[in-house]
């Protein structure tokens, strides 16, 4: 990763028009195995605002430094859709709440500074870490607390939209009228992250081959037959939706701690495929990618809480708790969880992966095909234990 003192300095005084003198200093910067899909650095500057002294402590993300790779990856639309959840969507959310004076409204987003378009797209952010905020392991399955936690913020967020376009449904369509990064990218079933999903369930198949019945092994891997039609069938789904965060894997969450450890505050990071599409998505990509063995035996519980708090928080906001009744919500996620049961066969190698092992995200795809996935797991062990959870649960619940 490289890091230009000159190119940042540049970057934070278009943010902050207010200070003179900037100094940056350099604390830390994202790296490999961390997921993120750009460079991430972490300073700390100082300047004059007037006669007084201001400093921040920052996170600043940018596009990779690489030509190839802005040619031939879809990174500035990537970063765009990120800019619009922050200079648009979540102002919107904000605005909706604060008119109707909510005591505890969905606020789980770092701050944001500012955004830069040009050779380079850049976002800049507080740095939560400094505020006492931090990343759960991603070898380890979330404990329920945590879990409960970021189902009641997806919830609380996931309300927001119906509420919005229940009271302002002009201003809602207005918002959404292109919020759309799959059209972005483009709908073509050729898309190679589809091939690389086939790729990922057939590898999972061929790991758990001993470790689970063979029945449960087939429909497993019926899986693969059946992801393009399941993506074309999403693509053009116009059932119940919200405006989701899309990236629902642990790294994309950071927790505040009370003295006890307990965590009681989630916030929510990258944005950057947030589109809108059903909560199922958001919530089965969480459930399928945090959560423990155990907390998979209790699913029913899980999305009752999800359910519960959803419809809480609608009312709250001044909408029927009728707008998503929860017949509706067991129905569509009997229907769309294969999206979070699908992906989990990459995001669990992501996961258990050593940081030397862990793929480049960002890397662009070499001959049609996304190659960043194709890595060994060392830890074959660890891998199997958190597959044969999910494979598990989803033939039991007769999700697959």
């Known amino acids: 990763m490289n890091y230009n003192e000159r190119e940042i300095k540049a970057w934070l005084e278009s943010c902050f028009k207010n200070l003179t003198q900037i100094v940056v200093t350099l604390v830390g910067h994202s790296e490999k195995g961390d997921g993120y899909m750009g460079d991430i650095f972490f300073v700390h500057i100082h300047g ?22 802005r040619e031939f990856s879809p990174m500035k639309v990537f970063f765009n859709n990120e800019k619009y959840f922050y200079e648009s969507v979540f102002p919107n959310f904000v605005q909706f709440q604060t008119n109707r004076g909510l005591k505890n409204p969905f606020k789980g987003v770092p701050k944001c500074y500012g955004t830069l378009s040009g050779v380079k797209d850049v976002l800049v952010f507080e740095n939560l870490t400094k505020s006492g905020y931090c ?5 380890k399955p979330m404990t329920r607390d945590h879990v409960e936690l970021v189902i009641l913020d997806y919830a609380k967020f ?12 002009q201003n809602f369509e207005k918002l959404v009228k292109h919020y759309d990064i799959f059209n972005d990218l483009g709908r073509d079933n050729k898309n190679p992250m589809l091939e690389t999903l086939q790729n990922a369930v057939e590898e999972m198949h061929d790991l758990l081959q001993n470790d689970l019945d063979q029945l449960v092994l087939q429909k497993w891997r019926n899986l693969k037959n059946s992801i393009q039609t399941f993506f074309r069938e999403m693509l053009s789904y116009e059932g119940f939706k919200v405006i989701t965060h899309g990236d629902c894997w642990n790294n994309n969450f950071l927790f505040f701690y009370d003295e006890n450890d307990n965590p009681i505050k989630v916030s929510i990071i990258d944005w950057q495929i947030s589109r809108l599409a059903s909560p199922i998505l958001d919530l089965s990509h ?18 009752e809480h999800y359910h519960k708090c959803f419809t809480s928080f ?30 989990s066969s990459i ?29 060994e797991v060392a830890n074959k062990k660890l891998l199997k234990q958190r597959m044969r959870a999910i494979v598990s649960c989803a033939a039991k619940n007769k999700l697959i």
Request: charged share 25%; aromatic share 12%.
């Open 135 to 139: 990343l759960w392991d991603r070898k």
């Open 158 to 169: 996931h309300a927001v939209s119906v509420a919005l376009k229940d009271q302002e449904p």
């Open 48 to 69: 004059k605002n007037g006669g007084t002294t201001e400093s921040y402590d920052l996170a600043v993300k940018s596009s990779k430094d690489s030509d190839i790779l």
């Open 286 to 303: 969480f459930i399928f990618s945090c959560t423990s063995e155990n907390d998979l035996d209790d699913l029913t519980k899980i999305l």
């Open 347 to 375: 995001v669990m190698k992501v996961c258990t992966a050593e940081k030397e092992e862990a793929p480049d995200l960002a890397k662009p795809p070499e001959n049609g095909q996304f190659t960043a996935f194709q890595f």
């Open 314 to 343: 609608l009312t709250q906001l001044g909408s029927s708790d009728s707008l998503y009744p929860r017949n509706q919500f067991f129905d569509d996620w009997a229907n769309l969880s294969k999206f979070g049961i699908m992906f």
